[in-house]
């Protein structure tokens, strides 16, 4: 009797730990796709808005700002916008590729040239956000940038697979020339060992 009795507690427990381990897990879940949802909301509202002021500034009746400085441009200031229109990517600049800037647009690559300024330009994004579309770029691709200066058009002529410490596929440029870079593989699950570039020349 008593050995039946302390059975019975030990499954009771077994049963009250594991339904708490299974709402335990459940709220974990709910707060994860909370999270995913709500930093998937914050991009698409600033990419709405960031829209709205480069459609005004770029239509504004001689308005042609020169690009800021790189002394002057703060983190996740608006730069300009990206498009590819064979990859239906239409995205927003930022300064800078801190977590909080990437969460938002793509991102200017500090001590790069900036959108409007000669050289080589870099911008980075991420592979399974606004760069996702990047797997499949084909060289002869037109990249344009907008900015409050006006149109770039550039045109892709290379693109390769580098390690991460391999920075110099952003050196200085006499030609002005802009590289997109993002990790790679684009399916591969955690911190990404390569880096997938995209480099075009201005047309």
């Given at each position: 009797?008593i050995q039946?009795?302390?059975?019975r507690r030990?499954?009771?427990?077994r049963?009250?730990?594991?339904?708490w381990?299974?709402?335990?897990?459940?709220?974990?879940g709910?707060?994860?796709?909370?999270y995913v949802a709500f930093?998937?909301?914050?991009?698409?509202?600033f990419?709405e808005v960031?829209?709205?002021?480069?459609?005004?500034?770029?239509?504004a009746?001689?308005?042609?700002?020169?690009?800021?400085?790189?002394?002057?441009?703060k983190?996740?200031?608006?730069?300009?916008?990206?498009?590819?229109p064979?990859l239906?990517?239409l995205?927003a600049?930022v300064?800078?590729?801190?977590?909080s800037a990437?969460?938002?647009?793509?991102?200017?690559?500090?001590?790069?040239?900036l959108?409007g300024e000669?050289?080589n330009?870099g911008?980075?994004g991420h592979r399974?956000?606004?760069?996702?579309?990047l797997?499949?770029?084909?060289?002869?691709?037109e990249?344009?940038?907008?900015?409050?200066?006006?149109?770039s058009?550039?045109?892709?002529?290379?693109?390769?697979?580098?390690?991460?410490?391999d920075?110099?596929?952003?050196?200085?440029?006499s030609?002005?020339?802009?590289?997109?870079?993002t990790?790679?593989?684009f399916h591969?699950i955690?911190a990404?060992p390569?880096?997938f570039?995209?480099h075009?020349?201005?047309e």
């Open positions: 009797m039946a009795t302390e059975q030990l499954g009771a427990r049963h009250a730990f594991l339904c381990t299974w709402n335990f897990l459940f709220l974990i709910v707060l994860a796709v909370a930093v998937l909301l914050h991009a698409r509202n990419q960031a829209n709205t002021t480069l459609d005004g500034q770029m239509n009746q001689g308005l042609r700002k020169a690009a800021p400085s790189r002394f002057v441009a983190q996740r200031s608006l730069l300009g916008r990206i498009a590819i064979r239906g990517i995205v600049i300064e800078g590729t801190t977590s990437l969460e938002v647009g793509v991102g200017h690559i500090e001590g790069t040239a959108p000669p050289g330009i911008i980075a399974d956000t606004f760069f996702r579309g797997k499949d770029i084909q060289l002869g691709d990249i344009r940038l907008e900015a409050e200066g006006g149109t058009h550039y045109r892709v002529d290379t693109v390769q697979i580098v390690a991460p410490s920075t110099s596929v952003l050196a200085p440029s030609a002005s020339a802009i590289t997109l870079v990790c790679y593989p591969f955690g990404a390569q880096r570039v995209v075009a020349h201005l």
